[in-house]
């Protein structure tokens, strides 16, 4: 008798477990469905007052009208790059390191164009901004490489390294430091 009760003590204790298990995952995607949205919403508004730019400048030939199009449009690839990165953790619950160097890469180009159009930056400025772009144009190359190297081509997403095998020459494989 005193088996069936704690048997039964244990069953609905795993029930109960399930059922909270099954509402913060409810609560979660809510959470998460409700931020997509939000942020879906951000490169919408600015592809419509991109637009809107576009057809007020269109009989007025200024070279500032151009450079505030310029930079909107450029804001806009901002905001779509970082719009993949949650929807591809939602749906792949992982980030792959090139969205993110990417994602990075739209914003320094930003920068950098803020700064050529604004004239009055230091060649310091500049040249700085020009090496993070190299060095992010560089470290996507390699992680690109590391990518198509190390995972086979239907799961390229970013692990961490110390998760990751390789094969060495001998065909046997060795973990990476």
């Known amino acids: ?3 069936m009760a704690g048997d039964l003590k244990r069953m609905n204790e795993v029930v109960r477990r399930r ?13 998460t469905n409700t931020l997509v949205f939000l942020v879906l919403i951000a490169p919408t508004w600015a592809v419509v007052t991109v637009a809107d730019g576009l057809i ?4 007025q030939p200024s070279f500032e ?4 199009v310029t930079l909107e449009i450029l804001t806009i690839f901002v905001f779509i790059e970082m719009f993949t990165l949650p929807v591809e953790y939602v749906n792949d619950e992982r980030l792959r390191m090139t969205n993110l160097v990417d994602a990075t890469l739209a914003v320094v180009l930003r920068e950098l164009w803020v ?3 604004a004239g ?10 020009s ?7 560089i470290l996507r190359d390699e ?22 095998r390789v094969t060495g020459r001998g065909g046997s494989p060795k973990a990476l430091p």
């Open 1 to 3: 008798m005193r088996s």
């Open 19 to 31: 059922r909270l298990e099954r509402i913060q995952r409810l609560v979660m995607d809510l959470i």
């Open 56 to 59: 007020r400048s269109v009989g």
């Open 65 to 68: 009208r151009f450079k505030v």
């Open 115 to 117: 700064q050529l159009y």
């Open 120 to 129: 009055h930056s230091g060649w310091q400025m500049l040249l700085g901004l």
């Open 131 to 137: 090496g993070v772009l190299i060095a992010l144009a």
């Open 143 to 164: 992680v690109l490489d590391l990518e198509e190297g190390v995972h086979p081509p239907s799961s390229r997403s970013w692990r961490p390294l110390t998760a990751r």
